[in-house]
């Protein structure tokens, strides 16, 4: 706990420098050493010799995509396609690899971050939509081979799943 605190510290502390330098106010060490409290979200006050300045500053970092939000659109069935089409283009222009955690959709934007949680089991992986497929029966999305095998459908060769989309903010 008290590593994370002083590594929260410290980036605060780097924060509000910089904060502080881009405004053009220049701060001493001994400001930059002054406690903080730690409140993600909010502004960060700097004595400055009797003068308070604020320095906005987010302390969060960006959200992962496994802790992104999603929206739900759809259910159907998954496949997924691995080593025999390894280093062929996919639709938007790259060469596939089933190691990488990726799929195809019919629709759905190049690029776009979709969470595909197997209804059996409840496990989850969050691909990148690269390709454009499947079109062949129901299917709603081709996983790669690494996403497949991620949610346990591998061995089956297609499951039932849920897929949901990353909200692009």
Do not use: Q
């Not at 300045?53 to 959200?63: G, M, S, V």
Request: aromatic share 4%; no cysteine.
């Amino acid at each position: 706990m008290k590593n994370v605190v002083t590594t929260r510290l410290g980036l605060v502390r780097t924060l509000a420098m910089t904060t502080l330098a881009v405004v053009g106010i220049v701060a001493t060490p001994a400001v930059a050493e002054a406690p903080v409290a730690l409140m993600p979200h909010s502004s960060i006050n700097v004595a400055l010799g009797g003068v308070a300045a604020t320095a906005l500053a987010d302390i969060t970092p960006p959200l992962s995509a496994a802790e992104a939000e999603f929206e739900t659109i759809g259910k159907g069935v998954a496949s997924y396609y691995g080593r025999e089409l390894a280093g062929n283009r996919t639709a938007n222009g790259e060469r596939f690899n089933p190691t990488e955690l990726t799929a195809a959709h019919r629709t759905l934007p190049f690029g776009s971050k979709v969470r595909v949680t197997n209804a059996r089991t409840g496990a989850s992986v969050v691909v990148r939509i690269n390709d454009r497929g499947p079109f062949h029966g129901n299917r709603l999305i081709d996983l790669s081979e690494a996403a497949a095998r991620e949610i346990g459908i591998r061995s089956a060769g297609s499951g039932t799943v849920e897929i949901a989309l990353a909200d692009p903010a």
